[in-house]
Nanobody, 118 residues
């Protein structure tokens, strides 16, 4: 079983920055992909950014050039640096990991609210 603990959400003005962090415990060295998703009210959950164990990164078009995902494999942590935030970035942000355990199992964090005021 893997536990994900997120931190770093909050309220920020448009143009501001926030840094989200997620720490995974209980997985040992079996984490493959780590990612951040978000869900705004009335919308589907969407991928924001993901990073593989080897460091390959993928971003949603809407956040390219503004958000940066990073991970520390030794500490099983993933971070999302969010700059130039816009009101449309307002959502609950969820940490996500894939773990190899008799196949591939995914885990979600509890979510952290990010609110960007105009």
């Amino acid at each position: 079983q893997v536990q994900l603990v997120e931190s770093g959400g909050g309220l920020v003005q448009s143009g501001g920055s926030l840094r989200l962090s997620c720490a995974a415990s209980g997985s040992g060295s079996s984490i493959t992909t780590m990612a951040w998703y978000r869900q705004a009210p009335g919308k589907d959950r969407e991928l924001v950014a993901e990073v593989t164990h080897g460091g390959s990164k993928n971003y949603a078009e809407s956040v390219k050039g503004r958000f940066t995902i990073s991970r520390d494999n030794a500490k099983n942590t993933v971070h999302l640096q969010m700059n130039s935030l816009k009101p449309e970035d307002t959502a609950v942000y969820y940490c996500y990991v894939d773990v190899v355990h008799f196949g591939l199992v995914n885990y979600w964090g509890q979510g952290t609210q990010v609110t960007v005021s105009s």
